[in-house]
């Protein structure tokens, strides 16, 4: 990010800086944040800010309200009650995002105060870019600085259209989540393994085809094993399963094979009679599932396969769960594989985002991991190559 800004050359004393936010976080039925794990990826960059004695103006979105307004639902209330925690200071949230009341309250910060604007999808403006709307959020502050790295693949008022209006910086999250993830693609040390689950090879294609470009080996599970399964010929019972994408994952299996990428797919599955925690079980090899039966997981063989690559690996890339770890009986892929990157601490291990960090917490592993992104989608995208609107923005700004 040689050609972006860093908060590091930004003389923030006395300025109002709008800072970008990811504080997407999980809130349960009391108002308590269940997992603050962006939040606190956020402090180093808003503790710097307070430090330098800036005023300090948080945006961030949370979940996916309507845009025509406030929603309790979806008020970032319990994201302010957690910061202050973090923080040791007061946090005033606005009820308003832009307008005099708004405006009122930043020209009554001091150095060093804190202020989180509501969610910022309460209007509906936000995701649509709209140039009158980022232009009212920039006019709340001197200087604009976006450390939401999970929001940077979306081109949002908040996120890439403040960008063109003010001084525009780098957080520390999003310089660390850039260079880690790019760095991992540019110069792995080898051998690199990356690790892809999740449902679909639709949602994945993109990732798989240019990490078959960079690793060594390629492990497959999670849902959309069972599409390469039938690519191979298995019969995957009623199994999740893209019918229109088994040609795709023929084309996978054979680009590995001619680019000698070892291709890791399952050769034994945890098969279930429904989906639910309380199914009829059983652990079958690939070629015998049975037609009234869903695969919901790695078998154990298949797992002991994947972590014996994992353990001889130098890099570790994992990105998606090997089967419905959520309930108890499918948990043991997922834990097998969390177990084996958290065990190679020689290796680089990156956990890019999403269903993987969820698995990490869950197993009280993240400790261990070198890395863990705070952005599923806008990893993926930036692993499969594709520029992201909210680090473009600050790039084009810091010319």
Known sequence: MADIASIDSLDAAGKKVLVRVDFNAPVDGEGNVTDDTRLRAALPTINKLINDGAKVILTSHRGRPAGTGYEEAFSLAPIARRLQELLGR??????????????????????????????????????KNDPEFARALADLADVYVNDAFGTAHRAHASTAGVAEYLPS?????????????????????????????GSKVSDKIKVIDALMDKADVLIIGGGMCFTFLLAQGYSVGTSLKEDDWVERAGQMIQKAADKGVKLLLPVDVVVADRFAEDAETATVTVDAIPDDMMGLDIGPDTAAIYAEAIGGAATVFWNGPMGVFEMKPFEAGTLAVANAVAENQDADTIIGGGDSVAAVNKFNLADAMTFISTGGGASMELVQGEALPGVEALRVTAA
């Open 90 to 127: 007061d946090i005033v949230l606005t009820r308003d995002l832009i307008g005099p009341d708004v405006a009122e309250v930043v020209d009554a910060m001091g150095d060093g105060d804190v202020v989180l604007l509501e969610n910022i999808r309460f209007d509906k403006r936000e995701k």
């Open 169 to 197: 910086y780098a957080g520390y999250l999003m310089q660390k989540e850039v260079a880690t993830l790019t760095g991992m693609l540019d110069n792995p040390r080898r051998p690199f393994v990356a690790i892809l689950g």
